[in-house]
């Protein structure tokens, strides 16, 4: 249960929270940028990636060349998706840690 | 029977049954029911979401279509895992911020209007239940296969399983039910892989080579081609994976069982780490299957292959593997079908109850009753459709609900998050359009219609040509919604967006 006292802050806080002051403020607008230019391209690259393969399968027979071994450039490009996935993942884990720190400063200024 | 098995699924059931009796004793406000009031951590969410998401269709059916058609089998493994960063980089921190049990929460917290949250809850009980189908129909014949229980029993047994874990235990009960099966499923996948890689000396080129030669496609098993021959299909199917996952109701409410977004970025992170291991593990059991058991063995228990894994296990560990393998199949069927029942039951008790029949008058303990009689509800009316459903193609009902997900929820939840003008008619044409031409897309496609008897549903000319929707009612979901917005001479509530945008990145809200 919430003490009175957080309870009569959070009321504070709801009757003076500005929306459209927040959204246009520096650090918000920075947030939105940085955020878009990161999030933006990468989605871009891994569609491009993902549906090069079955694209390159479904179209032609370049894939079906050996790499090494029995194992064709299919399935290298196949592990590549894997690869690919799991690097996006710890990219974006660092670079959401940049965020976190705007929001933060984000939440500051509106309660401050 | 196979008594070791019979012994061994006795047991998952029973710790499954403790794990709900401790957790229906914290299971009292609707906060627990529906989200095991946000207090799992991100470590336990991740291996709750990849134990969601592993269902019956992924273990047994890739291991499967892997065994018997090569590298093509495996292009469902690979859309199921990238679409997890649309997940991660799209929806997953926007909707935790917005939304608080369902995904109507999120699309009505910009638009507050009953017609949008009715149609959302509306899509979200279609979804589950196409997928709630495939999974009872797939558990019924697997479990006739292992135990020799008849279809009927074995339907009801399952049934009445997973309505016990929603009804008393809620989401906490349904979350560590998914929890242990994952471990369950990465340990038996994990052995299985190890003991097939010992088999080629563990040299994965050493496997390579020898798989030329031990299926009856010959070298062409590891290339591309075998199943999907139609261009247009591939692209079809593949779009509808790497879309599908980021509209699934039941896998998008396990984003609000976490205190923030934070939390939910990491347990995607966490989510995608488990789940990528498991589905590179599917090529062995895929080849495995095919070297150890055999093309002929694995199409005379199952012509669609569903049997290859506990089969292979059987091959190379005895009745003790092939035993934890079923029992663990058994497992992921009983989480999964939970996790949807779940998922249906919260837009029934909380969007169509909670908000539109009582105006969110209903007190705390009126909404756990309709929420626990909604889950019987959903319960008993899936297992009836599964009986009835039980000659249906389970990839069918699959696929459905991947193209439903893709073009009727995807395309709102980008847009309210990302575009300014998007409104209230938007939003309800987008959904609609999106249900109605993914369901319409199917019906006419060759799933439905075959000129040979017993290939499809009914004989007679496809309408559709492609089996996969996606490629069309994807888009035709986004234009829908960009259309009703832009036709609609409704204006959308600039100051609205400003207070969304702001909650969306940051969890910033007003109390309500």
Redesign the interface.
């Known amino acids: 249960m919430a003490s009175n006292d957080s309870i009569a802050k959070?009321?504070e806080?709801?009757a003076s929270?500005d929306?459209?002051k927040?959204?246009q403020s520096q650090s918000?607008q920075e947030?939105?940028r940085k955020?878009r230019n990161f999030?933006v391209p990468?989605?871009i690259f891994?569609?491009v990636f993902?549906?090069t393969?079955?694209?390159l399968?479904?179209?032609s027979k370049v894939?079906?060349s050996i790499a090494?071994?029995?194992?064709?450039w299919?399935?290298i490009f196949?592990?590549a998706?894997?690869i690919?996935?799991?690097t996006?993942?710890i990219l974006?884990?660092k670079k959401?840690a940049t965020f976190?720190q705007l929001?933060e400063k984000?939440?500051k200024e509106?309660k401050g | 029977m196979n008594i070791l098995a019979f012994i061994l699924f006795l047991i998952i059931v029973g710790l499954t049954l403790v794990i709900t009796y401790f957790a229906s004793r914290r299971t009292k406000t609707t906060a627990d029911f529906y989200t095991a009031d946000s207090s799992l951590t991100g470590w336990q969410n991740g291996w709750a979401i990849a134990g969601d998401y592993m269902s019956a269709a992924s273990f047994l059916g890739i291991a499967g279509m892997v065994a018997l058609s090569g590298f093509d089998g495996f292009f469902y493994s690979i859309g199921f895992l990238v679409a997890y960063l649309v997940v991660l980089y799209i929806v997953a921190e926007p909707l935790r911020n917005l939304g608080k049990y369902t995904l109507a929460d999120m699309i009505a917290a910009r638009f507050n209007e009953k017609k949008v949250r009715g149609v959302a809850a509306l899509n979200t009980i279609s979804i589950s239940t196409f997928y709630m189908i495939a999974q009872l129909v797939g558990a019924g014949a697997l479990i006739k296969l292992l135990l020799g229980i008849d279809y009927l029993y074995s339907v009801i047994i399952v049934g009445i399983l997973m309505t016990v874990y929603v009804v008393f235990g809620g989401m906490t009960a349904t979350s560590w039910v998914q929890i242990v099966k994952a471990v369950l499923l990465m340990a038996g996948t994990f052995i299985i892989s190890i003991i097939v890689l010992a088999k080629f000396d563990f040299s994965v080129i050493e496997m390579f080579k020898q798989m030329k030669t031990a299926t009856p496609l010959g070298a062409d098993f590891l290339n591309p081609g075998n199943k999907f021959k139609d261009p247009l299909d591939t692209l079809s199917l593949n779009l509808a994976l790497v879309l599908g996952t980021a509209g699934l109701p039941h896998i998008l409410i396990r984003f609000f069982t976490v205190k923030d977004a934070i939390t939910a970025r990491k347990s995607v992170v966490y989510a995608t780490w488990i789940i990528g291991i498991f589905y590179i593990m599917t090529i062995f059991l895929g080849f495995g299957a095919a070297a150890f058991v055999g093309y002929d063995k694995i199409i005379a228990a199952n012509a669609a292959g569903n049997m290859a894994a506990p089969l292979l296990a059987e091959a190379i560990g005895g009745d003790f593997l092939f035993a934890f393998v079923s029992a663990v199949a058994f497992a992921t069927i009983l989480a999964v079908v939970a996790g949807l029942v779940l998922s249906a039951a919260s837009a029934f008790a909380h969007d169509f109850y909670g908000h539109i029949i009582r105006k969110g008058q209903a007190t705390d303990k009126e909404q756990v009753v309709a929420a626990r009689w909604a889950s019987i509800g959903v319960s008993v009316l899936s297992i009836i459709l599964a009986l009835f459903a039980q000659n249906m193609n389970v990839a069918f009902l699959v696929s459905l609900a991947f193209a439903v997900a893709a073009s009727a929820n995807l395309p709102i939840i980008v847009f309210t998050v990302f575009w300014k003008r998007f409104n209230t008619a938007g939003a309800v044409t987008g959904m609609i359009v999106g249900l109605v031409s993914s369901l319409l897309l199917v019906f006419l496609s060759p799933n439905v219609w075959s000129p040979v008897e017993g290939a499809a549903i009914f004989v007679g000319e496809p309408l559709f040509p492609l089996a996969n929707p996606g490629i069309i009612s994807i888009p035709i979901g986004f234009i829908a919604a960009i259309a009703g917005t832009l036709l609609s001479s409704k204006k959308a509530d600039a100051k609205k967006y400003d207070e969304i945008l702001v909650t969306a990145n940051t969890g910033m809200k007003d109390p309500i």
């Open positions: 959070e009321t806080a709801s929270t929306y459209t927040i959204v918000f947030l939105l955020k999030i990468l989605s891994f569609m993902y549906f393969l079955p694209i399968t479904s179209y894939l079906n090494f071994g029995a194992i064709s299919a399935w196949a592990f998706q894997f690919m996935t799991w996006l993942c974006y884990s959401a976190d929001v984000i939440v509106a």
